[in-house]
């Protein structure tokens, strides 16, 4: 992100309606290509406040250049307004044949900085598809996994950042991360492994109860049928029983 620097005095919308002023009265006939060059320009010199309206302008003519609208959207993110960033790069995008991995990347960026991390993570990915080996999309969307807790896919994410930018001035902060996110992972697996231990030996006694249990009602009912059967007198008749004709 480029550093802010210092306005001119000038208002946003003192300076827009000037250029509008010029175009009415012929006097500056400002062709779409030197609108982009001074938007570009403004940009540049980290003005981003008088740089918007002007690129905003150049955006509206015929056959834009496409960097226009990354610069622009740019602008607006340096600004805050993030929904305004959206819409520029999604302009842009609509029309890309050079930059659709980077329009892509600064939606997913806006999403991020409003906190919509799974909007982030859809577009990360997007700009990912296009450009396997662009670094900082790997960054960015390993920063938006673990707001989302998907602790082992932050990691890779940011294993596959260092290894394409293994200078980076972050690299040591990045390792240091992994470190902790490793320890952490190693961690919950232990845990899980003695909650499973747990279980199984909870299940274990739970079953060794119900077995006792069926075996001593097996064993009561057993000698309860032992007795009736020994114990008990059959029933006879004192005399014949006989036919009467």
């Known amino acids: 992100m480029l550093r802010r620097g210092f306005y001119r005095r000038a208002t946003p919308g003192r300076f827009v309606a000037r250029l509008a002023l010029a175009f009415a009265l012929g006097t500056a006939a400002v062709g779409a290509s ?18 918007a309206p002007v690129l905003e302008l150049a955006a509206k003519e015929a056959a834009t250049d496409e960097k226009v609208f990354l610069y622009l959207g740019i602008a607006y ?13 999604r302009r842009g995008l609509a029309a890309s044949a050079l930059y659709r991995h980077q329009f892509l990347f600064n939606i997913a960026n806006s999403f991020f900085a409003q906190g919509k991390n799974a909007f982030a993570l859809e577009y990360y990915d997007q700009a990912l598809a296009l450009r396997g080996d662009y670094a900082q999309a790997y960054l960015n969307r390993a920063n938006a996994k673990m707001r989302l807790a998907d602790y082992p896919g932050a990691s890779a994410d940011y294993s596959l950042y260092l290894s394409l930018e293994p ?4 690299a040591s902060e990045i390792r240091r ?5 490793g320890s952490k992972a190693e961690a919950a697996r232990t845990a899980a492994a003695e909650a499973e231990a747990r279980r199984l030996a909870e299940e274990q ?9 069926a075996r001593s009602l097996l064993e009561a009912a057993e000698a309860t049928t032992n007795l009736s059967a020994g114990s ?14």
């Open 34 to 51: 030197e609108l982009s060059d001074r938007g570009i320009g403004l940009f540049m010199e980290n003005k981003p406040q008088e740089a």
């Open 77 to 89: 993110q340096q600004l805050g307004r993030w929904d305004d960033a959206i819409a520029a790069f």
């Open 167 to 170: 200078g980076s001035s972050q």
């Open 177 to 181: 991360l992994l470190d902790l996110l």
């Open 205 to 213: 006694a739970r079953k060794a109860l119900l077995d006792e249990v």
């Open 232 to 245: 008990g007198d059959v029933q006879g008749y004192e005399s014949d029983l006989s036919l009467d004709d």
